[in-house]
């Protein structure tokens, strides 16, 4: 049995080869495959699962080199999602996805069905979500267009979950001229489940019906996969129809009728329907089951008339699953879904024949050998090098940049800095997310470091956090990298957990680069240093490629999504001082280092230097000693350093809670030796502030830990400001001060966007 094209079908000509992405080389080896020509839909098929954002046909060589084993990992990469135990039985799913292209060109529903996308993900293997996390990252607030995003995407991501009941816990914001024409908007998701209830996206059994299951199909985000493989231009940006547009309340019924389905028995395998739709789901389902399938396009439950098999396989609509049943099991499948209101349609089976096979009624429109549209994609080894701008930016003397007059006064910077978009409170973005829904959040966005969700009948919590610094993977790729994993594993130590596993999202420009593949190289080679190092292994992620625009490339943005285990969720610890009286002591040690800091980038507008160094054997000694102090009850609060260094750390710690701010007396004279600015501002690895009540217990935990420690200060009640002595000039900074500059920086940009909104469409407004 062999395919052939339908009626009406355009004849494969090289434009068309060309307008599905496929480059020569990559079509011949598709004819040679086949033994003929392919039929449009086969095209098609091939142009989603051979996409860089299905295939990682450019990157899979690297992240192979990544740790992925441990103890606890139940679930590493090549599922929809990686699992680990947790004790007692219990195991967390998780996963982070990007849709950047979609929230660059229709911000609200890119968002959102991102959100919805990475919950799918996590359900799937069987998991209740119990968290969302967000990654974002834009272009300066001063831009309309910019300002215009913001609230798209933080609204998108806001209604979604909010909607769905999931509560949005967690994350990270950065803004940055690199990401004006590209912002990214990663997802993850985290989920609670049984070990018992783990189940994979693996078709098997001979004779078993597939199912599609969920929301009907229409033609909304076609070409979806294939449209995140691009680089952004007016032309791509035409492309908008490709978004797909969600429905949460229909998310969550799926949800729940997925999670019944897998405690009921009837199925053996099931996956979301994401990129590439039906045809990813069904390809990689056969795959890994390494089985034949065949599917009936007129059997899908679609909601627009007249859709070919090429439109019902490639759209990409939302809230949407694949189900293989157990042979005999259908009618209680529909059962299920019929209670939640939702379609389900037998649409193939499992064979033995080992092919993929795609029939319109008896037509076969489309028809690979075994499983090779899948095992068959093109791998590339790109050249690697790394440019002689990049070195010249890495090399540059950053101490030779002259101070503004401004600067004389060292409590200037730190206010300014506490008003930069990127350090400043995102109260603003996450007063729009329910952080409490389910009352499982013990600690949500903007108290600690990373949040913390205690795990119900236990006394048990889980810690979770995003992060990653792009201007250092942009100045030092590997450096970047390994402070990505390092940063965050601090964070997720800092509230009090031990950190345990990864997922990552790799945005990066194009690949074919030999600059912006040194970059991406270089970074996953990184953080494979940290997660050995931090013993955090990779359980999954995605890989996000063609972040740029005619403007240039991103920065290099390798997202850490981290999970780490509180044994008792009484430790976890909060970032804002607590009592007057408590000694303040500086985890790690200060360093001369100001390259890439936001420092320079925000008072100078210069982007050079070498980043700091990252010691990771020092990491996980920090990590070590500063939870066994927080499990010795020794820790009142503590914070990393991280962008703004220590005097920004400082301030935050003050008045990081609005309504109950502190002050602080700080002494810096054993640091002297240091440029001021440098000890102030710059943002030297490996340091944590901690307050406590008893300092000499902290400070012998460290130097058993081989941790440097000292007190630097105490913490004061409110009206005591900020005070920073010993330094080469004093910094006085009053408590109204810096709650003015941390907290009212987003909301008053963001009150300019609103006022926009009135007056103009957002379509019309400047840059858009």
Known sequence: MSATPRPGDPVITPALVAEHG???????????????????????????????????????????????????????????????????????????????????????????????????????????????????????????????????????????????????????????????????????????????????????????????????????????????????SEENEAKRPRVQVGDPFTEKLLLEASLELIRSGHIVAIQDMGAAGLTSSSAEMAERGDVGVTIDTTKVPVREEGMTPYETLLSESQERMLVVAKKGHEDEVKKILTKWDLAAEVIGEVIAEPVYRVTEGDRVVAEFPGTRLVTDCPQYHPEAKESEQAIARRTRDVHAIAELPNESDPAWTLERLLQAPTIASKHW????????????????????????????????????????????????????????????????????????????????????????????????????????????????????????????????????????????????????????????????????????????????????????????????????????????????????????????????????????PMGAMVDLSAWTALPLRALLFGEAQGRVVVSTADSAAVLAIAKRHGVPARVIGKVAVADAGLQIRGAAKPVTLSTARMLEAYHEALPKAMARAAAEAVTADPATVEGH
């Open 22 to 232: 496929l480059t020569p080389f990559e079509y011949e080896k598709l004819v040679a495959m086949l033994e003929r020509t392919p039929t449009l839909t086969e095209l098609g098929v091939i142009s989603a699962l051979w996409s860089e954002h299905c295939s990682y046909k450019h990157s899979r060589p690297v992240l192979k080199t990544l740790p992925t084993q441990a103890p606890w990992v139940l679930q590493g990469p090549g599922e929809n999602a990686g699992v680990i135990s947790i004790g007692d039985g219990l195991a967390v799913a998780f996963k982070i996805e990007s849709h950047n292209h979609p929230s660059a060109v229709e911000p609200y529903q890119g968002a959102a069905t991102g959100v919805g996308g990475i919950l799918r993900d996590v359900f799937t293997m069987g998991a209740r979500p119990i968290a969302m996390l967000n990654s974002l990252r834009f272009g300066s607030l001063e831009t309309p267009r910019v300002r215009y995003l913001v609230a798209g995407v933080v609204k998108g991501i806001g209604d979604y979950g909010n909607c769905v009941g999931i509560p949005t816990v967690a994350g990270d914001v950065m803004f940055d001229a690199a990401y004006e024409g590209n912002p990214l908007v990663n997802a993850m998701c985290v989920g609670l489940m049984k070990e018992e209830d783990l189940i994979t996206a693996k078709a098997q059994g001979i004779g078993n019906p597939i199912i599609a299951v969920g929301a009907r199909t229409g033609r909304d985000g076609i070409h979806g996969a294939s449209f995140a493989s691009e680089d952004l």
């Open 429 to 660: 973005i996450h007063r729009q997310y329910d952080s409490t829904v389910r009352t499982s959040t013990v600690m949500g966005p903007g108290h600690g470091d990373a949040a913390v969700i205690r795990i119900r009948g236990s006394k048990k919590a889980l810690a979770v956090k995003t992060d990653c610094n792009g201007r250092y993977v942009f100045l030092d790729p590997r450096v970047g990298g390994r402070i990505a994993v390092a940063e965050t594993a601090r964070n997720v130590a800092c509230v009090g957990a031990t950190p345990r596993a990864i997922t990552n999202c790799l945005n990066f420009g194009n690949p074919r680069k030999p600059e912006i593949f040194f970059q991406f190289r270089e970074a996953v080679y990184g953080m494979g240093d940290a997660c050995r190092a931090l013993e955090t292994p990779v359980t999954g992620g995605n890989v996000s490629l063609y972040n740029e625009n005619p403007q240039g490339a991103v920065y290099p943005t390798p997202t850490i999504g981290m999970v780490g285990v509180l044994d008792d969720a009484a430790h976890a610890t909060a970032m804002r001082f607590q009592h007057a009286g408590d000694d303040i002591v500086l985890l790690g040690e200060n360093t001369d280092e100001i390259g890439g800091s936001e420092y320079l980038a925000w008072i100078h507008g210069v982007v050079a230097g070498a980043p700091p160094q990252v010691n990771l054997e020092g990491e996980k000694k920090l990590i070590d000693a500063l939870l066994e102090s927080i499990r010795a009850g020794k820790v009142r609060s503590a914070h990393d350093c991280s962008e703004g260094g220590l005097a920004v750390a400082l301030a935050e710690c003050c008045v990081a809670d609005r309504a109950r």
